[in-house]
């Protein structure tokens, strides 16, 4: 199992912004599609959005054009960059590695991202 570090959520009122930061061990996240995902009370487990290791990205209907999905290689690291937030994007964000044609697939802890006034 690979071990994903996450920071960054928080409280922010409607039309703030968060960032949310994602860090991997160096030889998983040279070689992973990186991905973002959000699961509200209730709710299944949805994608935000991936990047590829060519720094290709996809995105939610939902979030375009709201979210960026960023990675530094240099740091190992993947961010979520929220902008105009909504309260529809309250939930527990997880970050994902997925190796492609391998069994690597592994999730972060989870932070929670609440947007309310």
Not at 3 to 16: A, K, R
Request: with cysteine.
């Amino acid at each position: 199992q690979v071990q994903l570090v996450e920071s960054g959520g928080g409280l922010v009122q409607p039309g703030g912004s968060l960032r949310l930061s994602c860090a991997a061990p160096r030889s998983i996240f040279s070689i992973s599609v990186m991905g973002w995902y959000r699961q509200a009370p209730g709710k299944q487990r949805e994608l935000v959005g991936d990047i590829d290791t060519g720094g290709g990205t996809n995105y939610a209907d939902s979030v375009r054009g709201r979210f960026t999905i960023t990675r530094d290689n240099a740091k190992n690291t993947v961010y979520l960059q929220m902008n105009s937030l909504e309260p529809e994007d309250t939930a527990v964000y997880y970050c994902n590695a997925r190796v492609p044609y391998s069994s690597i697939n592994s999730w972060g802890q989870g932070t929670q991202v609440t947007v309310s006034s």
